[in-house]
């Protein structure tokens, strides 16, 4: 992961920070072992431990023994917390928030973000997103979950959600012309992060 600051929101220390962060404040009645941690936002458990010292000691996390394991969880009390955990929604959230949502789509297999979302969460420097645009790759998936998906994704994060589908066929066929052009891009596959809650 990124050591300097992301560019998605470049506030935060680090993408490794803003991650745990979003982790944390999307799952606000949860507690988390310091190695599901690493596991979920795909760092090391020294990166996470790092990251725990420096938010427990601005009281933005709350931290609790369970046995051996130190377990980490958003704190609620802290002034900040309420405008901070819709703030990590909107910029980062999209990857928990569009997974959580279109993992509810029947026959949707994989869910990707691409676009400048997808641009600016993988390091690529650049304007602001205005919009969450996701691929659903899969079979039978019925356009009214899709939109229905997009609408409850779009209510979260305040920002449009614009959904496109293919078939596994479309989406492997280079003459495909949207399909070809996503495959060049950034993406961010969100199909276990709904599932992985």
Same mark, same amino acid.
């Given at each position: 992961m990124r050591t300097e600051a992301p560019p998605l929101l470049p506030i935060f220390r680090s993408q490794a920070q803003a991650e745990?962060?979003?982790?944390?404040?999307?799952?606000?009645?949860?507690?988390?072992?310091?190695?599901? &941690?690493?596991?979920?936002?795909?760092?090391?458990? +020294? @990166?996470?431990? =790092?990251?725990?010292?420096? &938010?427990?000691?601005?009281?933005?996390?709350?931290? +609790? @023994?369970?046995? =051996?394991?130190?377990?980490?969880?958003?704190n609620l009390s802290h002034p900040a917390a309420e405008s901070l955990g819709r703030l990590l929604e909107v910029t980062f959230g999209p990857r928990h928030v569009v997974g959580v949502e279109f993992a509810k789509v029947p026959g949707a297999h994989t869910v990707l973000i691409f676009g400048s979302w997808a641009a600016r969460y993988s390091g690529e420097a650049g304007h602001s997103p205005n919009d969450i645009d996701v691929m659903v790759i899969g079979e039978s998936v019925d356009r009214a979950d899709l939109y229905a998906a997009a609408d409850r994704s779009?209510?979260?994060?305040?920002?449009?959600?614009?959904?496109?589908?293919?078939?596994?066929?479309?989406?492997?066929?280079?003459?495909?012309?949207?399909s070809a052009q996503v495959h060049t891009q950034p993406l961010v596959d969100v199909t276990m992060a709904g599932r992985d809650v």
């Open positions: 745990i962060l979003t982790w944390l404040f999307l799952h606000p009645d949860q507690e988390f072992s310091l190695t599901d &941690l690493a596991r979920r936002v795909g760092v090391s458990v +020294t @990166t996470v431990h =790092r990251v725990a010292e420096q &938010l427990v000691e601005s009281k933005l996390a709350a931290e +609790t @023994t369970l046995g =051996r394991n130190r377990m980490l969880g958003a779009q209510r979260r994060l305040g920002i449009p959600v614009n959904p496109v589908m293919r078939t596994h066929e479309q989406w492997e066929d280079p003459t495909d012309r949207l």
